[in-house]
Structures are given as structure tokens and as C-alpha cells.
């Protein structure tokens, strides 16, 4: 299947042996091709889809993240421990919806990576200052050595389907008249099918009665591994936490397609092209 | 499809309200048919399959870890700042031979919180002691307000399939003629599958001209979503990572059902039932 899946097909060669090879590290870090990705608010400069890279300056090592590799040349970022998460929503939705994929891929590393590590500069094993360590792969702890990995976290987002509607809903943060599929975090203790049953059980009040995977995508705010699904549900009786949604509802085929043509009176407004719950749409009307 | 998957199918009703509901979560502790899993050394006591509960008394907040409801029944765990992963192997390995997935995967929940509690007992963003919040579901930094909430690592493990047999690979540490799939952390922008060809082509050499989930499982040690997927690879020539694989080598049917069977002439030990690598086997045989 070929489906258009946002953040996917990132070219980057992530070299990973560099990472734990001064020697290497400092070879691509001199080489006088090495890129970088200059990410002034996490908002990098971009044109005709694709994103713009600057002449790259080798850093000190706590300001050195290694990207990877494209097309043989070395791609950096710079870590900076003062960064804080742009709240330039508008600016960087348009910057995600003129990107291709690929090129959204490698902005979801290099951002979830910056984020990560200006939010945890300290050791969760002893409080002491934690400082970057393997190219900006993980921070290390000076005084009990423990090594600290970016997080990832998988979440869940689902259609349920009921005799050929699929439930949408909206949470009290989204733009008038968006809805999108239900989500949530994958717990400790549980499976991917048993976080969606879960999810759907706890928002919407309906039984997952199975539970089929769809497709995957990095999702960078901050630091996300989206997990797609579909789950057949007999009984659409709806019960829902109003904590978590404003509002859920079964749309059919048809208000689907007309909420991803954008139409002015679909019942509802689907989520952006980068975001894979438009995947999960599309892949649910091609019945996949 | 109906398949064996070790850590899933746990009874527990997650009651996540009740974790944010100090009203709610003192009347559970209160119940006196409330019970308790005990815990010392991560090694809880157990009987013909099942996990053994203990009568529980009432904890202070900062040890309390609610579980959820069985049989309507509150479950509770002993949150131990002073818990270090236990180094008792065998021991578990012969307590997880013995559970049910169900039991196991309250086992894995419990496990991992706690495990969790142990090791992130300081703020990530700055530096302070924090405590225990949400009834053990989350930590709370009182100098930055920082919330912390446990990890959930996933991880990819896969068999690569070239013209009907598949690649086994064994890592250093691995029991004695033990080989399993290979595995690997979903780094920070990649997809489910974009990690699983990553892993292959960094570890033995071969390109995934697609990939198919299977299953997924959690994993307590210390705490991994496992998502097991197989690949096709077109050319099975192997140029294997040593600092990762001692050995791999491609297995046909027969090889696969034998070392399943634990022949002893077996070309490889298989990994055991409640690892998502032996469901994989199961479910590649099957032709899933």
C-alpha cells in the first residue's frame, strides 16, 4: 500500500557507529561540506518544500548534535541548553504544510532531539547537571554515570468503526469544527490493541471488539511515535469523558470525503495532511 | 488471529479518574477487601499461574501506587524510593515461566511504575527532588511544577524473511546456543517501519524491501512497548554489526519448529513463550 504518512521518508543516514567514535565525529565535523540545520525557535528556514541549510562551524561538544548523513554530507543541529519550545504555532503549521515528508522527518529529529534536551538538563537518578554525550544522542550524568536516552512515546490514535461510520471527536484545545480520530498514550502493562480498546472504552464508552494496525509516524511536538489503528466496534452507544472530548460523533463515507476535499459544508474539519490521522481517513475510505 | 503473546490480556481495570481524584483514590484505599502486590526484590509471590495478593493497609501518598480493579476488587503497590532492580534472574525467569500472559502483564505494569519511581526519583528539567503524583502514575517537581510521567520505550523486533527463511541473531550476553530476532529502539523521528529496516541494515547488512506488523507486547525490563514485525529483504547476503550480533544466520521451517519444539539437536534455542519473539515464530510459521 502507498499512502501518504507525514514525517515519513526522512533521506537521513543516521550513522549511528559516529556517534560513539570521536575520531569519526570529528572527521564529519571537519569535513568543510558539513551542513547545518540552523533552528532559531525550532523554526528552520525552508523553501519549495524542502528545508534550508546553513554552512556548518564545528561546535564544542555540548553544543554538537549530529543529524546524519544526506547524500554523503554531514548534517548537524546545535543544541542550545537555554532553548525553550516555540509557541510560533501558525508560523510552523505552515511551515509543516509546504514540506514534504521526508524533509518534515528530519525536522521531527532534530526538534524532538533540541527539545529533549532542554527540558531534561538534569539526572532523574540524582538531580545532578547531565551534559550531551554520543553526538547529542543521550546525556551523560557526571556524578553517577548514568546514561540518559530522548524519550519517545508511543501513543495510539484509532477509528473505531461501526457498521461503516467511524467515530470522530474533538478536544476542547482544537480549531472550530476540527475533529480528528481519538488518541492517547500507550501505558506500561498493555499492547498497542489493548491501549486502543482502552482509549475508546475510557472516551468514548464503547467496546473494541478487534483491532487491526494501520500504519506509524514520528510526531515531534514534542517527541511522539504515532501508532494508527482501526478497531470494529458493534455496539455504537456512545458514553464520553467530557474531561477529554468536547464533542464525538459517527460520520459515514461520504462526510469523510468531504471533510478531506475541505469542503465548506462538511460536517466536520479533518485534521492536516501531515498529521496521520488524515492517513487513518484516507486508509479507512480505501479500505484498508 | 488467536496468538500466544506473552504480558498481554491483563484483568486490570485501569480506573484512570480515580488516579486524578483524591476522593475517589481514598475510598478505594479504604476498602477493606482492598489488596495489595507485594514486591520485595520485584519478586512478587505466586501460585498455580497466578499473582498472590496480600491484605493492604492504607499508605501514605508518596508510597501509594494504585493498579487499578480486579473483580472490582482496588490493587495496590508499595512505591519504594530505596528499590533497585532486582539482579535475581533466575528466579523471575522461572516466575515468568509459571504466570499466565494476563497475570504477567499485571506484573509488568506493577513492575515497570515502580522500577520507574526508583530511578527517576529527581526533576529532569531542574534538578529538584520530586514526588510521587496521580496515585503513582506520575511524579510532581514542587520548584518547577514540572509533571513527570513514566516511560514507555518502543522497541522494534523483527524477523527478516529471504525466499522462506528467516535471519536469527544472537547478542553477546545471550544463554548458550540461544539466537532470537533482532531488535532495536524506534529512535526519535522514524516510523515503526522505518526503524525496523534501519536495524536490519545497521545490524546484518540487508535492505527491507517491506515491512508488515504482527503483534506488540509490553516488557518490563524496564520498560519496552515490543512491536514485532517481519520484513521481506531481497538479497540475504549478511555483513553483521559485531559490536551488536556475535553471530546471525538465516533458519528454514524446519529449523524454526524444531528449536520451538526445544529439540535437542535444535540448531538454535528458541526464545522463550512469554517473549514476543517466540509469538513471532509462531505467527511466521503461520504465515501471518
Not at 525550532?42 to 554538537?64: R, S
Not at 553517577?144 to 476542547?172: F, K, N, S, W
Not at 478497531?231 to 460520520?251: F, Q, S
Not at 474539519?269 to 498529521?275: H, I, K, Q, S, V
Amino acid at each position: 500500500m502507498s499512502l501518504h504518512i507525514g514525517f515519513t521518508g526522512s533521506p537521513l543516514d543516521r550513522v549511528e557507529p559516529a556517534r560513539h567514535d570521536p575520531q569519526a565525529l570529528a572527521a564529519l565535523a571537519a569535513n568543510p561540506a558539513a551542513l547545518l540545520l540552523d533552528m532559531p525557535d525550532y523554526l528552520p528556514a525552508a523553501a519549495d518544500g524542502a528545508l534550508a541549510w546553513q554552512p556548518f562551524t564545528p561546535l564544542p561538544p555540548e553544543e554538537t548534535l549530529l543529524l546524519g548523513l544526506i547524500d554523503g554530507i554531514p548534517r548537524f543541529a546545535r543544541i542550545d541548553p537555554a532553548a525553550v519550545a516555540a509557541k510560533r504555532w501558525p508560523e510552523l503549521m505552515t511551515l509543516l504544510d509546504s514540506l514534504a515528508p521526508g524533509e518534515a522527518g528530519i525536522y521531527a529529529a532534530a526538534r524532538s532531539l533540541l527539545d529533549w534536551h532542554a527540558r531534561h538538563r538534569f539526572c532523574a537518578n540524582c538531580g545532578r547537571k547531565t551534559a550531551p554525550h554520543h553526538a547529542g544522542w543521550a546525556r551523560l550524568c557526571p556524578d553517577c554515570g548514568t546514561e540518559h536516552y530522548p524519550r519517545t512515546d508511543p501513543v495510539v490514535i484509532m477509528l473505531a468503526d461501526h457498521e461503516g461510520r467511524v467515530l470522530v471527536g474533538r478536544q476542547p484545545g482544537f480549531a472550530a469544527g476540527r475533529y480528528s480520530a481519538l488518541a492517547g498514550f500507550v501505558e506500561v502493562g498493555e499492547s498497542i490493541e489493548e491501549a486502543v480498546a482502552r482509549e475508546l472504552r475510557e472516551e468514548a464508552g464503547v467496546v473494541a471488539t478487534s483491532v487491526r494496525y494501520v500504519a506509524s509516524q514520528p510526531w515531534p511536538f514534542p517527541s511522539q511515535l504515532m501508532i494508527a489503528c482501526i478497531a470494529t466496534v458493534d455496539d455504537g452507544t456512545l458514553t464520553l469523558d467530557l474531561a477529554e472530548l468536547e464533542d464525538a460523533k459517527w460520520v459515514d463515507r461520504a462526510q469523510v470525503e468531504a471533510a478531506l476535499r475541505g469542503d465548506e459544508d462538511a460536517v466536520f474539519g479533518a485534521p492536516p495532511r501531515y498529521a496521520i490521522a488524515n492517513t487513518l481517513f484516507r486508509a479507512w475510505l480505501a479500505g484498508k
